[in-house]
């Protein structure tokens, strides 16, 4: 009688244990399996970079003090924004998905700083069209929370090899990452 009761206790104990292990664990588990959902900070050189792959979205902040600026890549939107310190202005541009780095791209140069395991880098010019951006919130809140209360103009991608129209000491040049040198040219007040 007694070795029933401590066979009892035990199938509780471990019944009871079992549960618990399987009501903490799984949720565990099941984070594993979609990391995509879980933001990834790092830095690479003067750039913090924050990764929300859920969300498409990667935001910058380049502190270099030569080209200060803070950037959003929405890439489920395919916009590029950047704020550009010196002249307190945003330019909001289409992103061509072909040529800037992927979100995969972007997460392992968190974890390396060797640029060597990289796409060779790509140079790009975008020229800002003269109208100004009136309802940065159709852009979603990051962009506008980005662009608040500093004018926000678009800008177009010049092709490759055309010529510029524009004085090119107009133009504002930025780095984003080890990828890719972007310029962004035009008549910005300050610019």
């Given at each position: 009688k007694q070795l029933h009761k401590v066979e009892r206790d035990n199938m509780k104990h471990i019944t009871v244990s079992s549960i618990l292990v399987v009501f903490f664990l799984t949720p565990s588990l099941a984070l594993r399996n979609i990391s995509d959902?879980?933001?990834l900070d790092g830095s690479v050189g003067t750039q913090l970079i924050h990764i929300?792959?859920?969300?498409?979205?990667?935001?910058?902040?380049?502190?270099?003090?030569?080209?200060?600026?803070?950037?959003?890549?929405?890439?489920?939107?395919?916009l590029f924004v950047a704020k550009l310190f010196s002249v307190m202005a945003c330019v909001l541009a289409k992103m061509d998905q072909a040529i800037f780095p992927s979100l995969d791209d972007i997460s392992m140069a968190l974890g390396r700083?060797?640029?060597s395991h990289?796409?060779?880098?790509?140079?790009?010019?975008?020229t800002v069209l003269p109208?100004?951006?009136?309802?940065?919130?159709?852009?979603?809140?990051?962009?506008?929370?980005?662009?608040?209360?500093?004018?926000?103009?678009?800008?177009?991608?010049?092709?490759?090899?055309?010529a510029l129209a524009v004085d090119p000491t107009s133009c504002f040049a930025i780095q984003l990452l080890s990828f890719m040198g972007l310029s962004i040219c035009g008549e910005i007040p300050g610019l």
């Open positions: 959902s879980h933001p929300n792959a859920f969300r498409g979205m990667v935001s910058i902040r380049d502190n270099n003090v030569l080209s200060q600026w803070d950037g959003i890549l929405d890439y489920k939107n395919a700083q060797d640029s990289y796409p060779s880098t790509h140079g790009l010019t975008y109208s100004r951006i009136k309802n940065l919130a159709q852009y979603g809140i990051l962009v506008k929370d980005l662009c608040r209360d500093v004018p926000t103009y678009f800008a177009h991608q010049q092709k490759e090899g055309t």
